[in-house]
């Protein structure tokens, strides 16, 4: 919660570029998340680093933003600590059910309807009265 | 002669400037003005990286994990960013700080340094000495009352009232 804040800084906070904010933000979350699972793994740096086949500076450099993560990097360390680092967002996947075909009555059949296209791209149905 | 002003203060950290008498900014003021509008994009970009850092951590607090362990209680503000295609010749970009606790921050100066080292650049160095100065400064007095600089509410009260 923002009890005091600066004028100063905070011009300078709105002009900040949003894609270095989002970097900034992404990495130290990142950091942050391994702590925490190294905390409750009950693992030190020096562990991790010779689990991963790592100098410890190689970590500690990850871990205070010196050094970018890759994707390669992620996987690695999320393998190790059997927890993943990072989740991508994904959509719920879409179940689709297959009707045969020669099934299908359309409601122009069912109605007792009459389905017209012409050649201008207009169309048109008529009823049976 | 000076005091600490007090510019950011959240649930989760404080943080103060040293603001000399006589001078309209204080330190980390200074640092803003005087970098806040750079064109080259590569300090643009170090400038929005130090910015967004002391944003995050008003929103989690200063933890030491954040700095580099590069001994005692001065450090570099940490970047977060990629800066391994940096263009030397232009510069990279400090801000440095005095980590009392994770609650409390001191910040001082910073500047833009085509140095191979921070410490070969006198600038910085004079930084780093001021800060050297204010953390000696805040230790006598913690001790004098007899407190200890894990006590926030105590270390608070000193650093709103310590004359520098």
């Known amino acids: 919660m923002l009890m005091k804040k600066n004028l100063l800084f905070e011009q300078c906070l709105a002009n900040v570029a949003q894609e270095v904010r989002e970097e900034v933000r992404l990495n130290m979350d990142i950091a942050n998340r391994i702590h925490d699972l190294l905390k409750a793994k009950k693992m030190t740096q020096r562990q991790l680093a010779a689990l991963m086949g790592k100098r410890e500076s190689e970590i500690s450099r990850w871990l205070t933003g010196a050094h970018g993560y890759t994707t390669s990097t992620l996987a690695k360390i999320a393998a190790v600590l059997g927890e993943p680092i990072v989740q991508v967002k994904r959509e719920p996947e879409m179940n689709y059910v297959f009707v045969p075909i020669n099934n299908f009555i359309s409601p122009t059949e069912k109605f007792d309807m009459f389905y017209t296209s012409k050649a201008n791209g207009s169309s048109s149905i008529s009823y049976k009265n | ?164």
């Open chain 2, 1 to 164: 002669m000076g005091k600490f002003e007090l510019f950011l203060e959240t649930d989760k950290v404080c943080m103060y400037s040293p603001k000399y008498d006589g001078e309209t900014q204080n330190e980390f003021e200074k640092f803003l003005y005087a970098n806040n509008s750079h064109s080259h994009p590569q300090l643009k970009r170090f400038f929005d990286a130090i910015i967004s850092v002391i944003e995050k951590m008003s929103e989690t607090g200063a933890y030491e994990r954040y700095f580099r362990p590069e001994g005692g209680n001065i450090k570099a503000v940490p970047l977060y960013i990629n800066t391994t295609k940096i263009d030397k010749k232009v510069g990279k970009m400090r801000l440095y700080c005095l980590r009392l606790s994770e609650r409390m921050l001191i910040l001082g100066g910073g500047a833009v340094t085509t140095a191979l080292k921070n410490e070969d650049d006198p600038v910085l160095l004079a930084i780093i000495g001021d800060l050297r100065e204010i953390e000696q400064h805040i230790k006598r007095i913690v001790k004098q009352a007899n407190t200890d600089i894990d006590d926030f509410v105590a270390l608070k009260h000193i650093i709103e009232t310590i004359t520098l």
